[in-house]
């Protein structure tokens, strides 16, 4: 069973840069593609970018478009979220998931473009971003 565990979460000052890890065990993110969401308080969640089994195929946002980077390095079976120029509106718990139909899920998007959350059955536990103005 693909289990998720996300990282690097922290308060960071407006414009500065975070990376957001997420470490997968029980099975490799090979096959996976894997996605960031984030929820603000009082706000729906929000898909942030994606990307599939090879990182030919990623998507992002449009609100994150131009600042944050999908990455992701099988040999640690691990992706990355790279946030620069990170903004007050970016404060949110972050959570990955990961979908088992890496060609689907990253096909699939939202009206922003992002990632849709009913194509991916792994989630993580999530971690807190907070951007200080």
């Known amino acids: 069973q693909l289990q998720l565990v996300e990282s690097g979460g922290g308060l960071v000052q407006s414009g500065g840069s975070l990376r957001l890890s997420c470490s997968a065990s029980?099975?490799?993110?090979?096959?996976?593609?894997v996605a960031w969401f984030r929820q603000a308080p009082g706000k729906e969640r929000e898909g942030v970018s994606c990307i599939g089994a090879t990182e030919s195929s990623t998507c992002y946002a449009e609100s994150v478009k131009g600042r944050f980077t999908i990455s992701k390095d099988n040999a640690k079976n691990t992706v990355y979220l790279e946030m620069n120029s990170i903004q007050p509106e970016d404060t949110a718990v972050y959570y990955c998931?990961?979908?088992?139909?890496?060609?689907?899920?990253?096909?699939?998007?939202?009206?922003?473009?992002?990632?849709?959350?009913?194509?991916?059955?792994?989630w993580g536990q999530g971690t807190q971003v907070t951007v200080s103005s």
């Open positions: 029980g099975s490799t993110l090979e096959y996976y593609a």
């Open positions: 998931a990961a979908s088992s139909r890496p060609v689907m899920a990253t096909m699939v998007r939202d009206m922003s473009g992002g990632p849709l959350a009913t194509e991916y059955g792994y």
